[in-house]
Protein backbone atom coordinates (compact mmCIF):
# COMPACT_ATOMS: atom_id res chain seq x y z
CA UNK A 1 0.00 0.00 0.00
CA UNK A 2 1.56 3.55 -1.02
CA UNK A 3 0.44 6.32 0.91
CA UNK A 4 1.37 9.91 -0.58
CA UNK A 5 1.44 12.95 1.61
CA UNK A 6 1.34 15.72 -0.46
CA UNK A 7 0.52 19.76 0.25
CA UNK A 8 0.65 23.05 -1.75
CA UNK A 9 3.41 24.86 -0.05
CA UNK A 10 6.71 23.98 1.61
CA UNK A 11 6.31 24.30 5.46
CA UNK A 12 2.65 22.91 5.83
CA UNK A 13 3.20 20.55 7.96
CA UNK A 14 3.99 17.71 5.36
CA UNK A 15 7.05 16.11 6.77
CA UNK A 16 5.59 16.44 10.17
CA UNK A 17 2.28 14.08 8.46
CA UNK A 18 4.25 11.85 6.72
CA UNK A 19 7.36 11.23 9.45
CA UNK A 20 5.29 10.48 12.42
CA UNK A 21 3.05 8.52 10.54
CA UNK A 22 5.57 5.99 9.19
CA UNK A 23 6.67 6.19 12.93
CA UNK A 24 3.98 5.32 14.02
CA UNK A 25 3.24 2.20 12.44
CA UNK A 26 4.36 -1.11 11.82
CA UNK A 27 7.70 -2.30 9.38
CA UNK A 28 7.16 0.45 7.03
CA UNK A 29 8.99 2.62 4.64
CA UNK A 30 9.48 6.37 4.13
CA UNK A 31 10.09 7.94 1.08
CA UNK A 32 11.68 11.38 0.67
CA UNK A 33 10.89 12.39 -2.97
CA UNK A 34 11.30 16.20 -1.55
CA UNK A 35 14.78 15.91 -3.34
CA UNK A 36 15.50 19.34 -3.27
CA UNK A 37 15.31 19.82 0.26
CA UNK A 38 14.79 16.42 1.51
CA UNK A 39 14.73 16.85 4.82
CA UNK A 40 12.97 12.99 6.40
CA UNK A 41 16.09 11.81 7.39
CA UNK A 42 17.19 14.87 9.68
CA UNK A 43 14.23 13.56 12.10
CA UNK A 44 14.83 9.86 11.35
CA UNK A 45 18.70 9.78 12.01
CA UNK A 46 19.04 6.74 9.48
CA UNK A 47 21.94 4.32 10.33
CA UNK A 48 23.62 1.79 7.70
CA UNK A 49 23.36 4.23 5.11
CA UNK A 50 23.97 2.94 1.35
CA UNK A 51 23.90 5.20 -1.09
CA UNK A 52 23.44 4.85 -5.22
CA UNK A 53 24.17 7.68 -7.65
CA UNK A 54 21.56 8.83 -10.10
CA UNK A 55 22.56 9.83 -13.38
CA UNK A 56 21.11 10.75 -17.20
CA UNK A 57 22.35 10.21 -20.28
CA UNK A 58 23.65 13.52 -22.07
CA UNK A 59 24.79 13.66 -25.37
CA UNK A 60 28.06 14.76 -26.58
CA UNK A 61 29.61 15.27 -30.09
CA UNK A 62 32.98 14.06 -31.12
CA UNK A 63 33.57 17.15 -33.24
CA UNK A 64 36.31 14.72 -36.08
CA UNK A 65 33.08 13.01 -37.35
CA UNK A 66 30.46 15.96 -36.92
CA UNK A 67 30.11 17.98 -40.77
CA UNK A 68 28.10 20.26 -39.26
CA UNK A 69 24.46 19.70 -40.87
CA UNK A 70 23.02 20.24 -38.09
CA UNK A 71 20.07 17.84 -38.25
CA UNK A 72 20.55 17.14 -34.89
CA UNK A 73 19.82 20.69 -33.99
CA UNK A 74 17.04 20.88 -35.56
CA UNK A 75 15.49 17.51 -34.30
CA UNK A 76 15.89 18.19 -30.29
CA UNK A 77 12.71 18.99 -29.62
CA UNK A 78 14.06 20.98 -26.34
CA UNK A 79 16.68 22.85 -28.65
CA UNK A 80 19.10 21.26 -26.10
CA UNK A 81 21.84 21.51 -29.35
CA UNK A 82 22.82 25.06 -31.17
CA UNK A 83 25.99 24.75 -34.02
CA UNK A 84 27.44 27.75 -34.18
CA UNK A 85 30.14 28.64 -36.35
CA UNK A 86 32.22 24.92 -35.96
CA UNK A 87 31.49 24.90 -32.22
CA UNK A 88 28.39 22.24 -31.31
CA UNK A 89 26.60 23.33 -28.00
CA UNK A 90 24.85 21.04 -25.85
CA UNK A 91 22.69 22.86 -22.81
CA UNK A 92 22.57 19.89 -20.53
CA UNK A 93 20.28 21.35 -18.40
CA UNK A 94 17.53 21.93 -21.01
CA UNK A 95 18.65 18.21 -22.96
CA UNK A 96 15.66 15.54 -21.72
CA UNK A 97 17.77 12.94 -22.25
CA UNK A 98 15.58 10.86 -25.02
CA UNK A 99 18.84 9.79 -27.36
CA UNK A 100 16.73 10.62 -30.41
CA UNK A 101 19.68 12.82 -31.69
CA UNK A 102 22.12 10.23 -31.02
CA UNK A 103 20.36 7.54 -33.06
CA UNK A 104 19.81 10.32 -35.70
CA UNK A 105 23.03 11.20 -36.39
CA UNK A 106 24.24 10.14 -39.73
CA UNK A 107 27.58 10.64 -39.16
CA UNK A 108 27.44 8.55 -35.88
CA UNK A 109 29.21 11.28 -34.20
CA UNK A 110 27.55 12.00 -31.16
CA UNK A 111 27.22 9.70 -27.96
CA UNK A 112 26.19 9.43 -25.01
CA UNK A 113 27.76 9.94 -21.44
CA UNK A 114 26.75 9.64 -17.91
CA UNK A 115 26.24 12.82 -15.79
CA UNK A 116 25.23 12.37 -12.27
CA UNK A 117 22.33 14.76 -10.84
CA UNK A 118 21.76 12.95 -7.53
CA UNK A 119 21.84 10.28 -5.30
CA UNK A 120 19.80 7.89 -2.90
CA UNK A 121 20.21 7.23 0.37
CA UNK A 122 18.86 4.26 2.33
CA UNK A 123 18.83 3.62 5.93
CA UNK A 124 17.08 2.16 8.70
CA UNK A 125 15.79 4.02 11.82
CA UNK A 126 13.99 1.66 14.13
CA UNK A 127 10.89 0.63 12.35
CA UNK A 128 11.39 2.70 9.53
CA UNK A 129 13.29 1.93 6.55
CA UNK A 130 14.21 5.53 5.18
CA UNK A 131 14.60 6.22 1.56
CA UNK A 132 16.15 9.83 0.30
CA UNK A 133 16.33 11.22 -2.80
CA UNK A 134 18.91 14.21 -3.33
CA UNK A 135 19.28 17.07 -6.19
CA UNK A 136 21.79 18.54 -6.57
CA UNK A 137 21.77 21.99 -7.10
CA UNK A 138 21.73 23.49 -10.54
CA UNK A 139 19.35 20.64 -11.82
CA UNK A 140 16.43 21.28 -13.85
CA UNK A 141 14.88 17.80 -13.41
CA UNK A 142 14.48 15.53 -10.39
CA UNK A 143 12.40 13.21 -12.59
CA UNK A 144 14.08 10.01 -13.04
CA UNK A 145 15.08 10.58 -9.11
CA UNK A 146 11.58 10.42 -8.33
CA UNK A 147 11.12 7.17 -10.88
CA UNK A 148 14.11 5.74 -9.29
CA UNK A 149 13.01 6.51 -5.53
CA UNK A 150 9.65 4.83 -6.36
CA UNK A 151 10.45 1.84 -8.63
CA UNK A 152 12.33 0.21 -6.20
CA UNK A 153 9.43 0.61 -3.83
CA UNK A 154 7.09 -1.12 -6.32
CA UNK A 155 8.48 -4.26 -5.43
CA UNK A 156 8.36 -3.94 -1.78
CA UNK A 157 5.52 -5.36 0.04
CA UNK A 158 5.38 -3.43 3.02
CA UNK A 159 3.47 0.16 3.03
CA UNK A 160 4.83 3.14 2.37
CA UNK A 161 4.79 6.62 2.89
CA UNK A 162 5.90 9.36 0.36
CA UNK A 163 6.67 12.82 1.32
CA UNK A 164 5.95 14.33 -1.77
CA UNK A 165 7.62 17.69 -3.24
CA UNK A 166 5.78 20.80 -2.38
CA UNK A 167 3.29 22.24 -4.98
CA UNK A 168 1.34 20.72 -7.83
CA UNK A 169 4.13 20.49 -10.55
CA UNK A 170 5.02 17.36 -13.01
CA UNK A 171 7.73 16.64 -10.13
CA UNK A 172 4.79 16.04 -7.69
CA UNK A 173 2.28 14.24 -10.17
CA UNK A 174 5.52 11.52 -10.70
CA UNK A 175 5.37 11.34 -7.24
CA UNK A 176 1.59 10.21 -6.99
CA UNK A 177 1.13 8.18 -10.00
CA UNK A 178 1.07 4.81 -8.63
CA UNK A 179 -0.24 5.69 -4.93
CA UNK A 180 -3.16 3.70 -3.43
CA UNK A 181 -4.39 6.89 -1.22
CA UNK A 182 -2.82 10.50 -0.56
CA UNK A 183 -2.99 12.89 1.92
CA UNK A 184 -3.39 16.49 2.13
CA UNK A 185 -2.09 18.28 4.77
CA UNK A 186 -3.43 22.18 5.12
CA UNK A 187 -2.87 24.88 7.04
CA UNK A 188 -5.76 26.83 8.82
CA UNK A 189 -5.16 29.98 6.94
CA UNK A 190 -6.75 31.96 4.02
CA UNK A 191 -3.79 31.50 1.72
CA UNK A 192 -3.72 27.66 3.46
CA UNK A 193 -6.78 27.35 1.98
CA UNK A 194 -5.71 28.11 -1.50
CA UNK A 195 -3.02 25.79 -1.82
CA UNK A 196 -4.98 22.82 -0.32
CA UNK A 197 -7.10 23.69 -3.31
CA UNK A 198 -4.53 23.48 -5.86
CA UNK A 199 -3.43 19.92 -4.66
CA UNK A 200 -7.15 19.22 -4.25
CA UNK A 201 -7.70 19.62 -8.38
CA UNK A 202 -4.14 17.55 -8.94
CA UNK A 203 -5.70 14.48 -6.82
CA UNK A 204 -8.40 15.20 -8.67
CA UNK A 205 -7.38 14.98 -11.76
CA UNK A 206 -5.33 11.85 -11.27
CA UNK A 207 -8.50 10.17 -9.75
CA UNK A 208 -6.51 9.17 -6.13
CA UNK A 209 -8.83 9.05 -2.93
CA UNK A 210 -8.16 11.20 -0.47
CA UNK A 211 -8.16 12.92 2.99
CA UNK A 212 -7.00 15.88 4.51
CA UNK A 213 -5.39 16.36 7.52
CA UNK A 214 -5.91 19.77 9.64
CA UNK A 215 -2.70 21.14 11.16
CA UNK A 216 -1.94 23.75 12.93
CA UNK A 217 -4.80 23.76 14.49
CA UNK A 218 -6.67 26.77 17.09
CA UNK A 219 -9.13 27.72 18.16
CA UNK A 220 -11.93 29.34 15.91
CA UNK A 221 -12.00 29.81 12.51
CA UNK A 222 -10.59 27.40 10.08
CA UNK A 223 -11.12 27.77 6.57
CA UNK A 224 -9.33 24.70 5.49
CA UNK A 225 -11.77 23.00 7.64
CA UNK A 226 -14.70 25.06 5.91
CA UNK A 227 -13.47 24.32 2.49
CA UNK A 228 -13.40 20.42 3.37
CA UNK A 229 -16.87 20.30 4.81
CA UNK A 230 -17.86 22.63 1.95
CA UNK A 231 -16.76 20.25 -0.51
CA UNK A 232 -17.69 17.03 0.88
CA UNK A 233 -14.06 15.81 1.81
CA UNK A 234 -13.02 13.77 4.11
CA UNK A 235 -10.91 15.19 7.06
CA UNK A 236 -8.98 12.12 8.60
CA UNK A 237 -7.96 14.58 11.24
CA UNK A 238 -6.34 17.14 13.61
CA UNK A 239 -3.02 18.20 14.54
CA UNK A 240 -2.72 21.21 17.43
CA UNK A 241 -0.68 24.05 16.99
CA UNK A 242 1.20 24.06 20.45
CA UNK A 243 4.34 24.29 21.80
CA UNK A 244 5.14 20.86 22.57
CA UNK A 245 5.22 19.65 19.47
CA UNK A 246 6.49 22.22 18.05
CA UNK A 247 9.37 21.98 20.50
CA UNK A 248 9.73 18.41 19.57
CA UNK A 249 9.94 19.33 16.01
CA UNK A 250 12.34 22.42 15.68
CA UNK A 251 14.42 19.81 17.66
CA UNK A 252 14.21 17.66 14.39
CA UNK A 253 13.02 14.83 17.20
CA UNK A 254 9.75 12.25 16.38
CA UNK A 255 6.85 13.43 18.26
CA UNK A 256 5.55 9.86 18.22
CA UNK A 257 8.95 8.26 19.96
CA UNK A 258 9.32 11.09 22.35
CA UNK A 259 5.59 12.13 23.80
CA UNK A 260 2.90 9.20 24.73
CA UNK A 261 0.18 12.01 23.56
CA UNK A 262 1.19 12.09 19.91
CA UNK A 263 2.04 8.88 19.50
CA UNK A 264 -1.98 8.18 20.38
CA UNK A 265 -2.28 11.47 18.11
CA UNK A 266 -0.58 9.41 15.38
CA UNK A 267 -1.92 6.40 15.76
CA UNK A 268 -5.51 7.38 16.14
CA UNK A 269 -4.73 9.17 12.85
CA UNK A 270 -2.98 6.37 10.69
CA UNK A 271 -6.03 3.76 12.24
CA UNK A 272 -7.88 6.00 10.42
CA UNK A 273 -5.97 6.49 7.27
CA UNK A 274 -5.60 3.14 7.06
CA UNK A 275 -9.11 2.07 7.45
CA UNK A 276 -9.73 4.54 3.81
CA UNK A 277 -7.29 3.24 2.15
CA UNK A 278 -8.90 -0.27 2.91
CA UNK A 279 -12.30 0.71 1.72
CA UNK A 280 -11.44 2.46 -1.01
CA UNK A 281 -9.16 -0.13 -2.31
CA UNK A 282 -12.28 -2.47 -1.74
CA UNK A 283 -14.43 0.15 -3.76
CA UNK A 284 -12.33 0.03 -6.64
CA UNK A 285 -11.08 -3.64 -6.95
CA UNK B 1 26.50 46.71 -39.33
CA UNK B 2 24.18 44.23 -39.16
CA UNK B 3 21.75 43.83 -36.11
CA UNK B 4 19.09 41.94 -34.87
CA UNK B 5 16.15 43.13 -32.80
CA UNK B 6 13.56 41.34 -31.42
CA UNK B 7 9.93 42.75 -32.73
CA UNK B 8 6.39 42.44 -32.15
CA UNK B 9 5.22 42.76 -35.49
CA UNK B 10 6.52 42.83 -38.79
CA UNK B 11 6.55 46.41 -39.16
CA UNK B 12 9.30 49.61 -38.19
CA UNK B 13 6.29 51.19 -36.67
CA UNK B 14 5.87 48.04 -34.17
CA UNK B 15 7.65 48.08 -30.70
CA UNK B 16 11.04 45.86 -29.44
CA UNK B 17 10.09 42.35 -27.78
CA UNK B 18 10.47 42.40 -24.31
CA UNK B 19 11.09 38.74 -24.57
CA UNK B 20 13.95 37.24 -26.65
CA UNK B 21 13.41 33.69 -26.96
CA UNK B 22 9.58 34.38 -27.42
CA UNK B 23 9.54 37.27 -29.87
CA UNK B 24 7.57 36.78 -32.86
CA UNK B 25 9.26 38.00 -35.05
CA UNK B 26 13.35 39.12 -35.35
CA UNK B 27 14.18 42.37 -37.32
CA UNK B 28 17.58 42.68 -39.07
CA UNK B 29 18.67 45.98 -39.81
CA UNK B 30 22.09 46.81 -41.81
CA UNK B 31 22.98 50.43 -40.78
CA UNK B 32 24.91 50.81 -43.20
CA UNK B 33 22.72 50.20 -46.62
CA UNK B 34 19.44 50.63 -44.31
CA UNK B 35 18.23 47.42 -45.47
CA UNK B 36 15.97 45.30 -43.23
CA UNK B 37 14.15 42.37 -43.36
CA UNK B 38 11.48 40.84 -40.82
CA UNK B 39 12.66 37.14 -39.79
CA UNK B 40 9.85 34.93 -37.91
CA UNK B 41 11.05 33.26 -35.27
CA UNK B 42 9.96 29.70 -34.90
CA UNK B 43 11.11 28.93 -31.21
CA UNK B 44 8.47 31.49 -30.08
CA UNK B 45 6.02 28.00 -29.84
CA UNK B 46 8.38 25.80 -28.74
CA UNK B 47 8.32 23.82 -25.38
CA UNK B 48 11.63 24.88 -23.82
CA UNK B 49 14.66 26.21 -25.13
CA UNK B 50 13.29 28.81 -26.98
CA UNK B 51 16.17 30.89 -26.08
CA UNK B 52 18.72 28.62 -27.24
CA UNK B 53 16.65 28.01 -30.65
CA UNK B 54 16.08 31.53 -31.04
CA UNK B 55 19.22 32.68 -30.35
CA UNK B 56 20.80 30.40 -33.31
CA UNK B 57 18.18 31.88 -35.39
CA UNK B 58 19.97 35.19 -34.94
CA UNK B 59 23.29 33.98 -34.96
CA UNK B 60 22.73 32.31 -38.92
CA UNK B 61 21.47 35.60 -39.94
CA UNK B 62 24.83 36.70 -39.34
CA UNK B 63 24.55 39.79 -38.02
CA UNK B 64 27.25 41.75 -35.71
CA UNK B 65 24.71 42.82 -32.70
CA UNK B 66 21.98 41.73 -30.69
CA UNK B 67 19.77 44.64 -29.40
CA UNK B 68 17.40 43.73 -27.04
CA UNK B 69 15.77 44.44 -23.42
CA UNK B 70 16.87 41.21 -22.03
CA UNK B 71 18.06 37.94 -22.66
CA UNK B 72 18.49 34.37 -20.83
CA UNK B 73 21.57 32.69 -19.83
CA UNK B 74 21.60 29.83 -22.42
CA UNK B 75 20.93 32.26 -25.29
CA UNK B 76 23.66 34.51 -24.31
CA UNK B 77 25.51 31.28 -24.23
CA UNK B 78 24.90 30.92 -28.05
CA UNK B 79 25.07 34.62 -28.69
CA UNK B 80 28.17 34.70 -27.49
CA UNK B 81 30.09 31.71 -28.94
CA UNK B 82 28.94 33.71 -32.31
CA UNK B 83 30.93 36.87 -30.99
CA UNK B 84 27.54 38.83 -31.45
CA UNK B 85 27.47 41.51 -28.86
CA UNK B 86 24.04 42.10 -26.68
CA UNK B 87 23.32 45.88 -26.33
CA UNK B 88 20.23 46.39 -23.89
CA UNK B 89 17.56 48.91 -25.68
CA UNK B 90 16.15 51.28 -22.94
CA UNK B 91 12.78 52.18 -25.29
CA UNK B 92 10.20 50.43 -26.70
CA UNK B 93 10.29 52.36 -29.97
CA UNK B 94 12.26 50.20 -33.18
CA UNK B 95 14.11 53.31 -34.80
CA UNK B 96 14.28 54.94 -31.41
CA UNK B 97 16.63 51.91 -30.23
CA UNK B 98 18.34 51.56 -34.01
CA UNK B 99 19.33 55.49 -33.22
CA UNK B 100 20.92 55.10 -30.12
CA UNK B 101 22.58 52.70 -30.76
CA UNK B 102 23.84 54.77 -33.85
CA UNK B 103 24.95 57.19 -31.58
CA UNK B 104 27.08 54.71 -29.06
CA UNK B 105 24.90 54.99 -26.39
CA UNK B 106 23.49 51.76 -25.67
CA UNK B 107 25.30 49.97 -23.39
CA UNK B 108 26.39 46.27 -23.34
CA UNK B 109 23.68 43.64 -21.68
CA UNK B 110 25.53 42.62 -18.76
CA UNK B 111 22.72 41.13 -16.38
CA UNK B 112 21.89 38.38 -18.12
CA UNK B 113 18.92 37.09 -16.21
CA UNK B 114 18.95 33.23 -15.75
CA UNK B 115 15.68 31.45 -17.69
CA UNK B 116 12.84 30.02 -16.55
CA UNK B 117 13.92 26.82 -17.24
CA UNK B 118 12.51 23.54 -15.56
CA UNK B 119 9.20 21.95 -15.36
CA UNK B 120 6.13 23.97 -14.09
CA UNK B 121 8.33 25.71 -11.29
CA UNK B 122 6.67 25.17 -7.52
S1 LIG C 1 23.56 15.39 -36.83
FE1 LIG C 1 25.61 14.62 -36.39
S2 LIG C 1 26.85 15.37 -38.05
FE2 LIG C 1 24.98 16.57 -38.09
S3 LIG C 1 25.47 18.36 -36.82
FE3 LIG C 1 24.54 16.86 -35.47
S4 LIG C 1 26.31 15.78 -34.64
FE4 LIG C 1 27.04 16.85 -36.43
S1 LIG D 1 19.08 13.56 -26.07
FE1 LIG D 1 17.10 14.31 -26.81
S2 LIG D 1 16.73 16.11 -25.56
FE2 LIG D 1 18.91 15.65 -25.34
S3 LIG D 1 19.90 16.86 -26.93
FE3 LIG D 1 19.48 14.88 -27.84
S4 LIG D 1 17.51 15.12 -28.85
FE4 LIG D 1 17.73 16.83 -27.43
Redesign the pocket.
Known amino acids: MKIAVLSGKGGTGKTLVSVNLAAAANEVVYIDCDIEEPNGHLFFKPEKIQSEKISIKIPY ?1 DEKL ?8 DFCKFNALA ?1 IGTK ?1 LVFEEVCHSCGG ?1 VL ?4 K ?2 FERDKVIGEIQKGVSENVTVISGIMNTGEASGIPIIKKLLNDVNKDENHTFIDCPPGSACIVMESIKDVDYCILVAEPTIFGTHNLKMVNDLVKIFNKPYGVVLNKCLEGENPSEKFCIDNGIQILGKIPFDNELGTINSNALISVRESEKYKDLFCILLQTVMKEVQRETVINS | MKLAIPVEDKTMESSVCISFGRTPYFLIYDTDTKESFFLVNSAASSQGGAGIKAAQTVVDTKVEALLTPRCGENAAVVIKAANIKIYKTIKDSIESSINTFIEGKLSLLDEIHPGFHGHGGK
Open positions: VCNGCRKCVYFCLCPEAL
